[in-house]
């Protein structure tokens, strides 16, 4: 018996078939999003979108069902009727409005040239004045809520970006019979009917023990706010590894699969992840590392931690509190940097040595020691997640002179994106919390060695790898595995189906110490620029949206 995982990203789509007796990956497809992300101007448009925006097409997503799932039944030669169930995850908070039948607002004549009928990606930042007063209007009714989700509501989360269309495109609001999340809206095409998962309800949208913040408080916000979730949302929500429903008609027409195939309730792919390396217990914390990074850790007891994203009872494994906290940009500021900022002499000496420009900069920059290239950086160019939870912080390099070389900066780069994960650790572990290892996933880790170690070094942890390079697909199609009812429980898949491998980096206690010097000098800069002693990035970004109207 077989199970297929999809794993919904940034950028693209990708597919896994797994046998379900260990977890071995007999087949992977992936698909790029025909339209990616969307955050210069609609397709089809010239007229350009305002600064922060990030959209997608909800259509690009369908489209990976029609391509990948054919594809790894073909590579593998397995039958329809040996696949027993899918599962999928997706990055969160990715929500859209649509109509009742389920069709996106966007895919309609009327609505296509109206930007807030699209997809609203995990990292669309426009929201972040709507998250402000989220928060500020929470402090001052005093909303218990507020504090499991480290004092602060992002940006990026559900309730800014629904206040967002309503104040800014009412007449989008109004069109919308529901608002939801796209890896609900996934599951809806796929087995015909709508089932909220309780993992993005938890972490994305305020919901805690399967309440809402209350009418009153959203009448506050905004007084057409105050029905929100009536008329455009739920108040059920179905359990991780549940059942959603079976393959319709037409997505067996699409993937080639048996109707009524199971499929698996939705997840996001930070938490799907967890089982797949076999994090069940507490004192593990996963990273899933890609354009962002994802912190996911299970915990028995509930705690308040600065900064964190959410912690949702049941949120990751049942029977534990489930915690979340995150970085905006972590792969993304390298490939800004390799586009934009590095010389051509590099671009040469790379291709001459057959390899990519990652590859050839980071080879050039293992050759230094901790501390050689004199820099310190703040991973903040894609806004800052956890701890500060504000997306109109910026990025910063310190110590750059006219010795500063390409592989200075690309490697003060990867050491800030380590050091901003220390920070979250600190703030687990001051609340009781304990982080006893780190386990990566995600093709940063996979491919980049001196990351793994920088990583080991500067949070002074073992740092292992996940078995699998698609951990996430894998990790859906373990709770596809349970949703079909081969396992009884996401524990047990995970004991059977989860992969680690072999490898464990430790930290070199040498390298250690001038990371623990250069941690302070960058908790001093973290603190001064992101803690409103000097708000000079939120300066220059107002300065920006002026100029540019």
């Keep these: 018996m077989y199970t297929i995982g999809i794993d919904f990203g940034t950028e693209s789509g990708r597919a896994v078939l797994v046998d379900v007796r260990d977890g071995r990956e007999v087949a992977s497809a992936v698909h790029q999003y025909g339209n990616g992300v969307i955050d210069e101007h609609l397709p089809g448009s010239s007229k350009p979108l305002p600064p922060d925006w990030a959209l997608q097409d909800p259509m690009d997503y369908i489209e990976v ?75 001052r009714m005093g909303e218990s809520w507020l504090d499991l989700y480290g004092g602060k509501i992002s940006s990026e989360w559900f309730f800014s970006k629904a206040l967002q269309i309503l104040e800014e495109a009412p007449e989008v609001y109004d069109a919308a019979d529901r608002l939801l999340e796209a890896a609900d809206w996934v599951i809806w095409q796929l087995c015909g009917r709508e089932v909220r998962n309780t993992c993005t309800a938890g972490y994305k949208a305020i919901v805690q023990n399967g309440t809402y913040p209350s009418r009153e408080y959203f009448a506050a916000l905004n007084p057409r706010f105050a029905d929100v979730v009536d008329t455009k949302m739920t108040r059920e929500f179905a359990p991780l590894g549940g059942k959603a429903g079976g393959l319709t008609e037409q997505a067996a027409q699409w993937t080639g699969l048996k109707p009524g195939t199971a499929v698996a309730v939705a997840n996001v792919d930070a938490h799907v992840t967890a089982p797949a390396v076999k994090a069940v217990k507490p004192g593990q914390m996963v990273m899933i590392m890609g354009t962002s990074t994802c912190h996911i850790m299970s915990g028995d ?37 390799v586009d934009n900022a590095v010389p051509p002499e590099y671009h040469e000496a ?58 200075d900066i690309y490697r003060a780069l990867i050491e800030a994106t380590a050091f901003g994960t220390r920070i979250i650790i600190d703030s687990f572990e001051e609340r009781g919390i304990r982080v006893n290892e780190l386990i990566a996933a995600g093709g940063l880790p996979e491919k980049n060695a001196m990351l793994r170690q920088i990583y080991a070094d500067v949070t002074g942890r073992a740092f292992k790898l996940a078995g699998s390079a698609q951990a996430p697909a894998l990790g859906s199609a373990m709770h596809a595995a349970v949703a079909a009812g081969v396992y009884p429980n996401i524990e047990a898949a995970a ?3 989860g992969k680690l491998k072999d490898e464990v980096v430790q930290p070199i206690p040498e390298n250690q110490a001038v990371y623990d010097e250069l941690y302070q000098e960058y908790k001093t800069l973290y603190d001064y620029f992101g803690r409103g002693q000097n708000d000079v990035m939120k300066r220059l970004k107002a300065i920006k949206r002026r100029a540019r109207g």
């Design 495 to 497: 004991e059977q189906m």
């Design 301 to 337: 007891s509930l705690q308040t931690v600065e900064g964190m994203c959410g912690v949702v009872r049941d949120g990751i494994i049942p029977g534990l509190w489930g915690y979340e906290a995150g970085q905006s940009g972590v792969g993304d500021i390298f490939a800004w940097f």
């Design 350 to 407: 790379a291709k001459a040595a057959g390899i990519n420009l990652h590859q050839y900069l980071e080879q050039e920059a293992a050759r230094q020691k901790p501390g050689e290239h004199g820099l310190i950086a703040l991973d903040w160019w894609n806004g800052n997640r956890s701890i500060l939870v504000d997306a109109d912080l910026t990025g910063l390099l310190v110590g750059a002179t006219l010795a500063t070389r390409a592989p």
């Design 65 to 139: 069902i029609k391509q990948t799932i054919p594809a790894v039944l073909k590579q593998s030669g397995v039958k329809p009727e040996e696949v027993v169930g899918v599962g999928i995850d997706f990055t969160a908070c990715t929500m859209m409005p649509v109509k009742a039948d389920g069709t996106p607002l966007s895919a309609t004549p009327e609505w296509r040239d109206n930007p807030h009928a699209w997809v609203k990606l995990w990292k669309h930042h426009a929201a972040q004045p709507y998250a402000d007063r989220i928060n500020e209007t929470a402090r």
